[in-house]
Nanobody
Framework: DVQLQASGGGLVEPGGSLRLSCAAS????????IGWFRQAPGKDREGVSFITSEERSWYADFVKGRFTIANDNAKNTVSLQMKSLKPEDSAVYYC????????????????????WGRGTQVTVSS
């Protein structure tokens, strides 16, 4: 079974940084996408950033230039480095993954992902 374990959330002041990690186990796909959604209270879950096995990446407009996603294939881990955090970045961040049928596409919507981890809370507040 595929299992995703997210970690690294916490409380940070505006302008600060956090690094989220998602450890994947039972993951044997040659072609895959993995990444992060987030959900704030009262809001829909939204895509944040994703990366494929071929290192293609996707970022939501609201995080471009501030967040960086990276694969560590040796550790079966994907990380999300978040900088210049804003209060509106506060949310529960969820790691998600999917096996890809085609390798030149980066899925970014909830319906496209099959595997989900439990969320990790990120709170940006002074």
């Amino acid at each position: 079974d595929v299992q995703l374990q997210a970690s690294g959330g916490g409380l940070v002041e505006p302008g600060g940084s956090l690094r989220l990690s998602c450890a994947a186990s039972g993951f044997t796909f040659d072609d895959y996408a993995i990444g992060w959604f987030r959900q704030a209270p009262g809001k829909d879950r939204e895509g944040v950033s994703f990366i494929t096995s071929e290192e293609r990446s996707w970022y939501a407009d609201f995080v471009k230039g501030r967040f960086t996603i990276a694969n560590d294939n040796a550790k079966n881990t994907v990380s999300l480095q978040m900088k210049s955090l804003k209060p509106e970045d506060s949310a529960v961040y969820y790691c998600a993954a999917v096996q890809l049928a085609v390798s030149n596409y980066v899925p970014s919507t909830i319906d496209e992902y099959d595997y989900w981890g439990r969320g990790t809370q990120v709170t940006v507040s002074s």
